[in-house]
């Protein structure tokens, strides 16, 4: 973004009218926007107010020190000297340019009363003991100086600039779009998380398995019952038991317990009844590739061995297909209306 920083340049006026010209075209040609006594060189309190207002406006200051300490305020210290303390309070980050021999000036640059003398060099003495300082000697080596010192403070304490009005709304539509797409990708990323591994052709969880209910009977005779179930009825038999992170044997026993349940009263009495391995396999990788179900290996007694849990999304679907619906809701179920 085309960002502007606001400089205030601050010195005593007559005396240091070129140096303050040179800073000035130094600023313009750094793309700064220079503000200062250009404005109001005869100053007084009421001007003063309006002085803070533009400090209060700007990016940066610069003071620049030369041989006089300048006009009284009623405080009776100089406007400069006010500006600068002001500045200070207000956290502006502060370049002072000081005159590296004031004692060297022509008369018309420098002090000739020993009363404002002094004052110059407490002056001089505060503004370098608390800020970093550049001396100089000749107006024509200032614009050096500040196009190598601004732009290092500028990097190092970054202030907030000014833009046109157009560009500044064209970045916050920029801003506002890139949050979105932030946000955008996040929700993608939960969603991804939610529906687990995309699997082409993967049969919905209305769609019939069938598998085969094997038994054994204690007198040695083998009967097996097949079954055609959709994958939903399927995981209704579970879910609830995997809230608690059964093993796989203990969701086999449970599944099996619940398939037995929906065949002929009496069909498997006396007998042991297990599902084929390969049905097994089938129905956990089923529920893994929908994300309903996560499997871990984990430590018992001396095996290792699997451990089903319900996924987030396991447990919103548990919650949807195997709770208990109202009673206007089932009679307008299919198998209700069958019966």
């Known amino acids: 973004m085309d960002t502007r920083y606001q400089v205030f340049v601050s010195s005593t006026f007559a005396d240091l009218e070129e140096e303050r010209k040179n800073v000035i075209q130094t600023l313009m040609e750094m793309n700064c926007i220079p503000a200062g006594m250009e404005f109001f060189p005869a100053i007084d309190e009421e001007q003063f107010e ?12 610069i003071v620049i020190i030369g041989g006089k300490y300048g006009s009284l305020t009623t405080e009776g210290i100089s406007y400069t000297e006010k500006e600068y303390d002001y500045a200070v309070k207000k956290g502006l980050k502060v370049t002072a340019l000081l005159h590296k021999s004031p004692k060297s000036l022509s008369l018309g640059k420098s002090e000739e009363d020993p009363e404002p003398r002094k ?14 300082v550049r001396f100089w000697e000749k107006a024509s080596e200032l614009p050096g100086i500040v196009a190598l010192s601004l732009p290092k403070t500028i990097k190092t304490y970054p202030a907030i600039g000014w833009v046109r009005a157009n560009i500044a709304a064209n970045e916050d539509v920029l ?20 529906e ?3 699997v082409d052709d993967l049969a919905s969880m209305d769609d019939k398995f069938s598998f085969t209910l094997c038994s054994k009977s204690f007198k040695g005779h083998s009967t097996p019952f097949s079954m055609e179930l959709s994958w939903n009825q399927i995981f209704c038999l579970i879910a609830a038991d995997l809230i608690s992170y059964p093993t796989q044997y ?3 026993t449970a599944l099996t317990g619940g398939l037995i349940r929906k065949t002929p009263p009496g069909f498997y009495d006396d007998c042991e009844v297990y599902l084929k391995k390969q049905d097994m396999h089938q129905i956990m990788v089923q529920l893994m590739a929908q994300n309903l179900i996560n499997t871990s290996f984990t430590q018992k007694a001396l095996d290792s061995v699997v451990v089903w849990s319900l996924t987030k999304k396991g447990h919103q679907h548990m919650l949807k297909i195997c709770s208990a619906k109202t009673q206007q809701e089932r009679l307008g179920e ?3 209306k069958k019966r």
């Open 50 to 61: 309006f002085i803070k207002r533009v400090i209060d406006d700007s990016d940066y200051y």
């Open 250 to 252: 203990e969701v086999m």
């Open 334 to 336: 299919p198998d209700a």
């Open 175 to 194: 801003s506002e779009i890139n949050q979105l797409r932030k946000e955008n990708t996040d929700l993608e990323e939960k969603i991804r998380s939610l």
């Open 196 to 198: 687990g591994v995309r």
């Open 119 to 132: 004052r110059l060099e407490v002056f001089r003495k505060k503004v370098s003991e608390s800020k970093l």
